[in-house]
């Protein structure tokens, strides 16, 4: 079935530097890219997306990239901030019906002042 | 909008009694997603639907689970009977057309 593996599961990085999340996905036929941040005792929100004929986008001080023939896509964070800090996950939409999302693990991120 | 509106937020019972959960989705989306959150196994599609009718259940782990929709303003997930291992954050989500997922605040839920 499809399957989507998130690396690292956490992550620890000084204010001010970059972090970077990667996931793989298993099925081509995938064409939507969410990605969440949870923040502890909240819900998950949504941060930034791409969809499969995007091969980056950026928002501010989050960008996304997507690489279809190796079937992975990255979350790139710049200028790290403590309010950062939360659990990231990515999802990709299922091949066989788009409107159903399969979760990544989640990457804990956090941000030392 | 109010967003998604997801009740009680907490609940705790105990092992052999119903837990309902309740979902509000945001007015006009037409998809409404539950999910189950744990640290084992993270975060979990149970079922969703679509226009009020179920789509995928596939998630759903026994049948001391059980969803409905009976209409476009109100879902709610079942347990009967409650188990200790059914302990965990349950979130509610809705969009429109398939498009972004919007999350309840969720109902952290400990069955002892």
């Known amino acids: 079935g499809e399957n989507v593996e998130q690396h690292p599961s956490t992550l620890s990085v000084q204010e001010g530097d970059s972090a970077v999340i990667k996931c793989t996905y298993s099925d081509s036929a995938s064409n939507y890219f969410p990605w969440y941040k949870q923040e502890l005792g909240k819900r998950p929100q949504l941060i930034i997306d791409i969809r499969s004929n995007v091969g980056e986008k950026k928002d501010q001080r989050i960008a996304v990239t997507l690489n279809k023939t190796a079937k992975h896509f990255s979350l790139h964070i710049t200028e790290t901030q403590p309010e950062d800090s939360a659990v990231y996950f990515c999802a990709a939409s299922w091949a066989y019906n788009t409107d159903k999302l399969i979760f990544g693990t989640g990457t804990r991120l956090q941000v030392f002042p | 909008d109010a967003g998604v509106i997801q009740s009680p937020r907490h609940e705790v019972t105990e092992m052999g009694q119903e837990v309902t959960l309740r979902c509000k989705p945001i007015s006009g989306h037409d998809y409404l997603f539950w999910y189950r959150q744990t640290m084992m196994r993270g975060l979990e599609l149970l079922i969703y639907?679509?226009?009020?009718?179920?789509?995928?259940d596939s998630g759903m782990p026994e049948d001391r689970f059980s969803a409905k929709m009976p209409n476009a303003s109100f879902s709610t997930l079942k347990i009967q009977p409650s188990e200790p291992r059914d302990s965990a954050v349950y979130f509610c989500a809705s969009s429109y057309y398939g498009e972004t997922q919007y999350f309840g605040p969720g109902t952290r839920l400990l069955v002892l």
């Open positions: 639907f679509n226009n009020n009718v179920p789509i995928d």
